[in-house]
């Protein structure tokens, strides 16, 4: 491990932290609006300043307790045929 600091690093340590290039980076704006497909609206830092979504915290299944099976071509009721699920 070297533990002397080359000329290159100390340049690197010596700059301001919040330093960008110039002209290289997209606009940034802190009070971006975001829709979502349920209604739901709120604001967020971003890249845009309209962000339109399909899914957030307020109809995720996760956040809201409800749990949605996904049927395709009668699988699950074909699972609960097989193995006598009532439910």
């Known amino acids: 491990m070297n533990i002397f600091l080359t000329v290159k690093n100390m340049q690197a ?4 932290p919040n330093s960008m290039k110039p002209d290289i980076h997209p606009k940034y704006f802190p009070d971006a609006k975001v829709i979502c497909s349920c209604g739901d609206t709120f604001t967020t830092g971003a890249t845009q300043q309209e962000l339109k979504i399909e899914i957030c915290s307020t109809c995720h299944p996760f956040f809201t307790g409800e749990q949605r099976i996904v049927d395709t071509e009668g699988r699950v009721e074909r699972l609960r045929r097989r193995y006598n699920l009532n439910s």
């Open 13 to 16: 340590f010596t700059q301001e």
